[in-house]
């Protein structure tokens, strides 16, 4: 991270899932629990292509693959994301150094948004799990936009939220997935890697970290 931004920083956007809370083991869990509870059999190389879907689109595809009676969609789809909840209220762990991360941005004056394809009720759970709610200014879900990501609308919502324009913005993103939605809503982007994540695909990203306190402020123009 040694390249300065072009544009003035204003405001971070940040996804909720692997980013701010250690949750991929959480929805794994929930998603097995529940999906095979109606007969869907889940494999690990179908998992990984629902991995970055909206919690609708997730239901969906089980669904074609393995379609169910006696359940709607919807009450499926409502049982994953109760268990998600349930399980993060009890279970739930902060992504290392992001408070302290945040709290830096917000002493520095920095808007704070969060953008992510998880359900919004599931939003509120996580942040008074992590006790971070009072850092956010905006947040956002893709559950009430046209598409999920990698589709740029939950951010560029975000952005009309905090008032900011889409280049004063930068994301962070765990998935290529996530980048690739922040990138394409004229963002600039941090990648967030870990031994787990690292793949060849993520190399879109303007910067890369593998912790929080790797971040290099002096990156951002308001720094210079």
């Given at each position: 991270m040694t390249q300065k931004t072009k544009d003035k920083i204003e405001a971070f956007i940040f996804d909720m899932d692997g980013v701010i809370i250690d949750s991929e083991e959480i929805w794994k869990r929930a998603e097995k629990e529940v999906f095979s509870s109606v007969g869907v059999k889940l494999s690990e190389e179908l998992c990984s292509i629902t991995q970055s879907m909206t919690t609708t689109e997730v239901t969906n595809f089980w669904y074609s693959k393995y379609p169910?009676?006696?359940?709607t969609l919807d009450?499926?789809?409502?049982?994953?994301?109760?268990?998600?909840?349930?399980?993060?209220?009890?279970e739930g762990q902060a992504i290392s150094g992001i408070e302290n991360f945040i709290r830096i941005l917000k002493s520095r004056g920095y808007k704070i948004g969060l953008a992510t394809n998880s359900p919004s009720v599931i939003i509120p759970v996580v942040l008074e799990k992590l006790a971070l709610g009072e850092y956010f200014d905006a947040t956002s879900s893709s559950e009430h936009e046209l598409e999920g990501k990698p589709h740029p609308f939950v951010y560029l919502t975000t952005a009309e939220k905090l008032n900011v324009k889409p280049e004063n913005c930068l994301a962070i993103e765990d998935s290529f997935s996530g980048l690739l939605a922040a990138k394409k809503a004229g963002m600039k982007t941090i990648a967030i890697l870990d031994s787990l994540n690292c793949k060849v695909e993520n190399k879109i990203a303007d910067y890369y970290i593998s912790c929080y306190n790797q971040f290099d402020f002096s990156?951002?123009?308001?720094e210079e």
């Amino acid at each position: 991270m040694t390249q300065k931004t072009k544009d003035k920083i204003e405001a971070f956007i940040f996804d909720m899932d692997g980013v701010i809370i250690d949750s991929e083991e959480i929805w794994k869990r929930a998603e097995k629990e529940v999906f095979s509870s109606v007969g869907v059999k889940l494999s690990e190389e179908l998992c990984s292509i629902t991995q970055s879907m909206t919690t609708t689109e997730v239901t969906n595809f089980w669904y074609s693959k393995y379609p169910w009676k006696h359940k709607t969609l919807d009450e499926v789809e409502n049982g994953v994301v109760e268990r998600v909840a349930h399980l993060i209220k009890n279970e739930g762990q902060a992504i290392s150094g992001i408070e302290n991360f945040i709290r830096i941005l917000k002493s520095r004056g920095y808007k704070i948004g969060l953008a992510t394809n998880s359900p919004s009720v599931i939003i509120p759970v996580v942040l008074e799990k992590l006790a971070l709610g009072e850092y956010f200014d905006a947040t956002s879900s893709s559950e009430h936009e046209l598409e999920g990501k990698p589709h740029p609308f939950v951010y560029l919502t975000t952005a009309e939220k905090l008032n900011v324009k889409p280049e004063n913005c930068l994301a962070i993103e765990d998935s290529f997935s996530g980048l690739l939605a922040a990138k394409k809503a004229g963002m600039k982007t941090i990648a967030i890697l870990d031994s787990l994540n690292c793949k060849v695909e993520n190399k879109i990203a303007d910067y890369y970290i593998s912790c929080y306190n790797q971040f290099d402020f002096s990156i951002l123009s308001l720094e210079e």
